[in-house]
């Protein structure tokens, strides 16, 4: 992957002290996997199928439900809510840019695109298929998805492993590398108000930066422990304890509590906050990271700054087209 | 309303009889009443009305999840699912083409497309946001939809009587006009197959054309009986007496099972059918309503013509861009 690094000096613009970090631009396209190239014939399918909601038991709920490319890339819930109205524990993650993640969903239990494709389908409170054998019978039903396989992978390849290649390369599109921090980094100066750049220094300043680090501010896949300091104080509110992320797949003690580090690319438009939703704004979630992860008490104007620069990691986000997804002309599945 | 009609001598493809009807095709444009005219801006403002779920009380549900342009222009389901998984006794009609309904809804309760536009948003098993208040509130607080609004219908303009107004305009561009069944009418012969055409000829001979009339073979806005004869045979399966239609609204006796009479345009794209969802596939639609409606029974191959000449009143459907919604940066209406 081809990455460009800008050193960027933030002397000028913070007031209380200097640091140099190592800022950078998005790259402008995804990489994808040896095994599984991006084609248009694949994206094209992938769209298909991430917006077809007959992919669920009820025929309402599709990927594009709760991962809603019009709405930040997820539904703006605390928790998602899959068939028959049911909800889970956990905030849906936004889809845009899940291209740059080394790792799926919260607890990074997916080690692809492809991989975490294949989970919601058949999660009785996501999707609720019975089974990808289910699946893959209604799409051998639609002639419009064979043909589509066809073009995207050969005759006769109607299978989940390609269902789940096509909605990845599909996913690989869902990229937003121009945003305002990214002309900066590239060297439009103007592309950052004063305050953001204020913020952008004190972000780094502060250690936010530690973590949600790199060109998606992620921290390359890794996994940190949240929240890291005594949160018992906020646990009646908002409930940060209960889930033990990693070690809910593990078992492993060494891993209760330990996260992704999710993006904060167009983290402005993906409230409410953290694994749980519980934090209904970005000020609140950035008061709440200050606090629990670098010890630190944010003043108003310190937040306001942050949340400023956060603002810059939006967008913009690529034009596309409602897919036509293809008929059974005279019948349903729903009955 | 300009319209074309044109003569179709049917003498020579069908085998007992000659008939000779009034086909009409679809006007290329829909007609927009006169306090309303269609303009771009707010076709764009209808667009992202639309597709928004956070015009339903949980933000998971817009009119597109029900009326899905994606999917004949509704869910495909018996009945649709609205928030928390609630269902209610009607199947969704096509949002396709209603444009060219005089009266919405099957009980013909609204009289425009603004008119219906309105009432999912409050029902509480649809939408089920409190009250047009609430919807308004909400419109108000999101900035991108201050600038949609004023651009679409001057300043200071976000209210229901608006908001409906979009939404139709939109509506009025979801038409489908050059189906190959208008292409055959306008003039091309090759645009239907032999056995369309019997199924055309079949479909008038039978008399299916004296309430499925016009170009949008929807009588124009009429309302029919249905059943009409006896159906108690049917009742155990398909349950078609137990919705009193019409009747529900005005509490009439005499307008007891009558409907407006649905369009018929993109039919083999909208199972299962009848107002109740009950039947599962076109053939089986067919029968009953020859059975029920006309008093004939149709054999195998009637009825095979009569589908294949349903589906050639199919699509194509226009190109549509995923709307960007307009984003409420840092925050969410879901709690």
Known sequence: MFKIRYLVATIILTSTMSVASAWEALPVTAPAPADNPTTAEKVELGSMLYHDPRLSSTGTVSCSSCHNT???????????????????????????????????????????????????????????????????????????????????????????????????????????????????????????????????????????????????????GSFQKFPVRDASSYEAQYHLMQDKGLAEVTKKPENEHFWKVPTLRNIALTAPYLHNGSVHTLDQAVEIMAKLQLGKTLNKADTTDIVAFLNALTGPFPKQQIPALPATPGKTFNK
């Open 70 to 220: 019009m709405l930040g890339g997820e539904d703006n819930r605390p928790n998602s809510m899959g068939v028959h109205g049911k909800t889970g524990g956990r905030s849906a993650p936004t889809v845009w840019n899940s291209a740059f993640n080394k790792v799926q969903f919260w607890d990074g239990r997916a080690a692809s695109l492809e991989a975490q494709a294949a989970g919601p389908v058949t999660n009785p409170i996501e999707m609720g298929m019975g089974s990808w054998d289910d699946v893959v019978a209604r799409l051998k039903a639609i002639d419009g998805y064979q043909r589509a396989f066809t073009e995207a992978f050969g005759p006769n390849s109607i299978n989940k492993d390609n269902a789940t290649k096509a909605i990845a390369a599909y996913e690989r599109t869902l990229i937003t590398p121009h945003s305002a921090y990214d002309k900066y980094v590239g060297g439009d100066k103007a592309a950052l108000t004063a305050q953001q750049v204020k913020g952008m220094n004190k972000f780094a300043e502060l250690g936010c930066s530690s973590c949600h680090s790199g060109a998606t501010f992620n921290g390359g």
